[in-house]
């Protein structure tokens, strides 16, 4: 089972607010972005709760927290912040669609654009993919899917 929100779950600005509350009962302090970032899958993103709110700040503060100033030291247990990688991984196209194919496996469906979203270690992101193949679309056509409609009914495969 995979960590994090089941499929198809939306995050709204009441879920932020209780993932923000989470954070702060295990470490005892409002998070930065970094160590969200760094956190794991199991909460929204940077990107999603900017969206949400219009900005990260303004998210930690619609849960009751205070943001952290830059350099301000962690309360509680926070969980240390890694230092990044000094060498960032490179996604080819053979690569990316590989991970597409290897999805498909482990998924027994093609990816969407909406479930690759979130990018870990086993792809790339979708902002990737659009930088390797011009769009999303192009992509799953050339790992051998047919592109979906961006709006409209899903089509489903007939025998």
């Given at each position: 089972?995979?960590?994090?929100?089941?499929?198809?779950?939306?995050?709204?600005?009441?879920?932020?607010?209780?993932?923000?509350?989470?954070?702060?009962?295990?470490?005892?302090?409002?998070?930065?972005?970094?160590?969200?970032?760094?956190?794991g899958p199991d909460h929204p993103s940077v990107s999603t709760v900017r969206q949400v709110f219009g900005s990260?700040?303004?998210?930690?503060?619609?849960?009751?927290?205070?943001?952290?100033?830059?350099?301000?030291?962690?309360?509680?247990?926070?969980?240390?912040?890694?230092?990044?990688?000094?060498?960032?991984?490179?996604?080819?196209?053979?690569?990316?669609?590989?991970?597409?194919?290897?999805?498909?496996?482990?998924?027994?469906?093609?990816?969407?654009?909406?479930?690759?979203?979130?990018?870990?270690?086993?792809?790339?992101?979708?902002?990737?993919?659009?930088?390797?193949?011009?769009?999303?679309?192009?992509?799953?056509?050339?790992?051998?899917?047919?592109?979906?409609?961006?709006?409209?009914?899903?089509?489903?495969?007939?025998?």
């Amino acid at each position: 089972m995979k960590p994090g929100p089941r499929d198809g779950f939306r995050w709204n600005s009441e879920t932020i607010v209780y993932a923000f509350e989470l954070w702060n009962r295990r470490y005892l302090c409002s998070p930065t972005v970094d160590e969200w970032r760094r956190a794991g899958p199991d909460h929204p993103s940077v990107s999603t709760v900017r969206q949400v709110f219009g900005s990260w700040n303004r998210g930690v503060k619609a849960a009751g927290l205070r943001p952290r100033r830059p350099g301000e030291a962690r309360g509680g247990d926070a969980p240390p912040v890694a230092p990044r990688e000094s060498t960032l991984v490179r996604w080819s196209r053979h690569a990316t669609l590989d991970a597409m194919r290897r999805w498909h496996e482990a998924h027994g469906r093609q990816p969407s654009l909406e479930q690759w979203r979130r990018a870990d270690r086993s792809h790339p992101s979708a902002a990737t993919v659009r930088r390797l193949f011009g769009t999303w679309n192009a992509a799953v056509s050339e790992a051998g899917f047919e592109p979906r409609r961006a709006s409209g009914p899903l089509r489903t495969a007939t025998a």
